[in-house]
């Protein structure tokens, strides 16, 4: 199983005329992170990304019942129960944990995953093959706007026109390391862009912090 909050590896494929990502190669580990978003109640999610940059007018929903007096609430109803909803459990899969609310035990040499219950080799940087959504068995292809496949089997350049319509296109390479301040930033661009890499990773201040390898 996957350390708590354990950093990940991106490969991006960028198309440097155009300044956009064309899409990235990622592990079993990057692709459950993003599976487990749509796992998180929309009450932890206004909190990650708050509620004044929220799109439309769930933010001042949120705020509403942050704001209101407990005179008006019913009788043994705490707040949390709305602005800090129960994430499942499931999200604790996820080698990531944006909300902070899953904690997980220190890890062992070898022990049963607090997940699943199988039995498997355990250490600060390894993951339960059993857990998380997707299998480990692959390299994964995610686009701009976060479509996820199975990394497919064709050639590079087909694969490249496939993505760029232009024959002279010029590419770069790039590895990105996806901590907490990235993961945030990818969740609150997906409420918001269908372009979500570009603007995680080329145009934002955030892609001067993420640290390449």
Do not use: W
Not at 28 to 34: A, C, N, R, W
Not at 121 to 148: A, R
Request: glycine share 6%.
């Amino acid at each position: 199983m996957a350390a708590y909050n354990s950093k990940m590896t991106l490969k991006l494929l960028i198309d440097a005329g155009s300044n956009k990502i064309l899409f990235a190669e990622a592990e079993k580990d990057f692709i459950d992170f993003m599976f487990s978003l749509l796992l998180l109640p929309l009450g932890s999610v206004i909190k990650l990304v708050a509620p004044q940059t929220t799109l439309g007018s769930i933010g001042k929903l949120y705020q509403s019942v942050e704001n209101m007096n407990g005179t008006y609430l019913v009788p043994n109803l705490n707040k949390s129960t709305l602005l800090q909803p129960t994430v499942s459990a499931l999200v604790g899969a996820s080698p990531l944990h944006l909300t902070g609310t899953i904690a997980t035990p220190k890890p062992k040499k070898t022990g049963y995953c607090e997940y699943c219950q199988r039995q498997v080799n355990i250490s600060d940087c390894n993951t339960c093959p059993d857990c998380g959504f997707v299998k480990e068995v692959v390299t994964y292809m995610i686009t701009d706007d976060l479509e996820v496949t199975p990394m497919p089997a064709i050639s590079s350049i087909t694969l490249i026109n496939r993505f760029s319509l232009k024959k002279d296109v010029r590419l770069e390479e790039k590895a990105v390391i996806i901590g907490m301040k990235e993961g945030l930033a990818l969740l609150e661009a997906s409420l918001k862009s269908v372009t979500t890499l570009t603007d995680v990773f080329l145009n934002s201040s955030i892609k001067n912090a993420a640290s390449s390898v």
